[in-house]
């Protein structure tokens, strides 16, 4: 029986008060598990993103509980918080948010430095991810000089930098175009992911939903459905 | 910590324009400050050369003495009274007074004549050329050879000029610690001769100074010198009587202290506003740091490094130039009374923990405020 990653109790957020109100996310219950890639579906202003932060730790919810492996994240401090978020979490943000200013080593050595992990031995480590994701070649030059597809592979690099449990993915193909959206979520699919590993991807590009184990629809904040991935047939 | 401070050093230095423009106000606002005091301290130095160069641990005058330039004559009754003072080892007159001489040249020539006591000779300078008992002979006067030097056509011992129809013939070239604030040249001679060619009022005496026996005995002394109506002050005191003076009673205190205070609001501005743009523009990059784990604290440790780093690189570039013009400037105007001194130095210090303290308190204020949130949200 395969392990829980997450376990999102009736979870609830809204943004502003009285008439300017607005309910994200209402009521939402999901679970997630260890080697699953777990889609949250949907289109803008559906709460997906509301939701993906509330699960990752980023985000207070209003009401409901986040368990991650049977720890509820919203009881912790928030030291602890942020240690979950460095320890459990691995984020590839849509924008990539990664340092111009860095070379993309320095960027992928990020959460090993904030683990205060030796600044080399931080290096070295950063040096495999990138061997991993197949931009070794890349590693001293700054984020801006790589492609899209690029970037988003030295996104990944620190997202698993810090081996984490979840890996969150918000819109991982939405600056790329399709052939390299594909290329990039195949590669997850093939090497990031494994069996002590839970892969969530918030996404409305319905060309990678061949790759999700689960896709969970939103709308209006609300769960409309959950169904199986994989490829489907014309 | 080490590595992340390594990032925040990264970040800064790496973004080039912003940390010149930084360093640029920094250094900028650190050099005009430095600059400033320098001047002033310059100049209050200079005030006090009569004190400096003299030496004596204890100076007696009338109370309404504000500076060594500023001399009321006292009676002779009370050099007596000093000298009988118990504490006392003992007591000389000091003849303080402006003159004019007439050089070789025909030309007119204002100085300062110091008249040491004929028998002591206490506080004499020391002498670059000449013998010290040359002092004695006929119309003899020693001339400091300092910035004002030339100004007496470059004498050499013999040199002959007038000083209110008397002869004066140059005995000796003197040497001293401190040249005087108002590019007057100085001579020394004989407290008798001073009184003798130079008109004078009644008294004479511009000053007492006096060795005590030990530094014990100077409560006494200044208590005593108080009873007969006059003042007694340590070397230490009157030159913070003299300071005081300039600084509060001339307005170049305040004038300083206004021109220093815009220098810093120039440098606080200028980093202020460069240090808050670099902030903005690496906003969404802290928050992504925040998302990823890091704590607030770190983050304010980052952003406090790098006002520091930048600080402590711009203050240091600063007193630099502040130091370079300076030494270029003396080694060209002989005259130029500007001093860096530890005072100067602690104050730019200060100013510079301030501009960085406020630069890093908008910083960090902006950057506790982001929400992970806001980076997903985009």
Known sequence: MARLAVKANELTKWFGEGETKTVAVKSVSFEAEFGEMFYIEGPSGSGKTTLLSLISGILRPNSGSVLVEDKDIWNMTGDQIADFRLNKVGFVFQDYHLFPRLTTVENVAIPLILKRRDWNASMDKALEYLDIVGIKNRADLPPVKLSGGEQQRVAIARAIASSPDILIFDEPTASLDGDTGRRIVDFVKQNIMNENRCIIIVTHDSRIFEYADRIMKMEDGRITGIEKGGRREE | ?378
Do not use: C
Request: zero cysteines; proline letters at 4%.
């Open chain 2, 1 to 378: 910590m080490k590595g992340i401070l390594k990032i925040a050093y990264k970040l800064l230095v790496n973004d080039k324009g912003k940390f010149a423009a930084l360093l640029v106000g920094i250094t900028f606002a650190v050099f005009l400050m430095v600059m400033m005091t320098s001047m002033f301290a310059g100049i209050l130095h200079r005030s006090s050369a009569v004190v400096l160069n003299i030496g004596a641990k204890l100076w007696v005058m009338d109370p309404a003495v504000n500076t060594p330039a500023n001399v009321i004559p006292m009676p002779d009754y009370v050099l007596d009274a000093v000298r009988s003072i118990s504490g006392v080892k003992y007591a000389v007159p000091l003849y303080s007074g402006g003159a004019l001489v007439k050089l070789r040249s025909g030309v007119y020539q204002s100085v300062t004549v110091l008249g040491l006591d004929d028998s002591s000779l206490y506080g004499r300078p020391a002498l670059l050329e000449g013998n010290i008992n040359d002092i004695y002979a006929e119309n003899a006067f020693i001339v400091v050879k300092d910035a004002e030097f030339p100004k007496l056509e470059n004498p050499r011992v013999g040199t002959e000029f007038e000083l209110n129809d008397h002869r004066g013939v140059i005995t000796g070239i003197a040497k001293v610690t401190t040249s005087g604030l108002f590019g007057v040249p100085t001579l020394y001679t004989t407290y008798n001769r001073a009184i003798s060619y130079i008109p004078s009022m009644r008294f004479t005496a511009a000053f007492i100074l006096v060795d005590p026996q030990s530094d014990a005995a100077l409560p006494i002394i200044k208590k005593q010198v108080k009873q007969l109506g006059y003042l007694a002050l340590t070397k230490e005191e009157f030159i913070q009587k003299t300071s005081t003076f300039y600084k509060y009673q001339t307005g170049l205190g305040t004038n300083t202290l206004i021109m220093t205070i815009i220098s810093f609001i120039v440098g606080l501005s200028i980093s202020g506003q460069t240090f808050y743009t670099f902030i903005l523009e690496n906003l969404e990059k802290f928050g992504a740091l925040k998302a990823i784990g890091a704590k607030a604290r770190e983050l304010v440790f980052m952003i406090l490094f790098q006002a520091t780093f930048t600080s402590l690189t711009g203050y240091g570039l600063g007193i630099g130039l502040a130091s370079l013009l300076i030494t270029v400037a003396r080694l060209r105007l002989p005259s130029y009374a500007a001093r860096i001194t530890y005072a100067n130095l602690g104050f730019a210090f200060i100013m510079v923990v301030i501009i960085a303290g406020i630069s890093s308190y908008i910083g960090v204020r902006k950057v506790l405020k982001i929400e992970p949130f806001d980076i997903f949200r985009g």
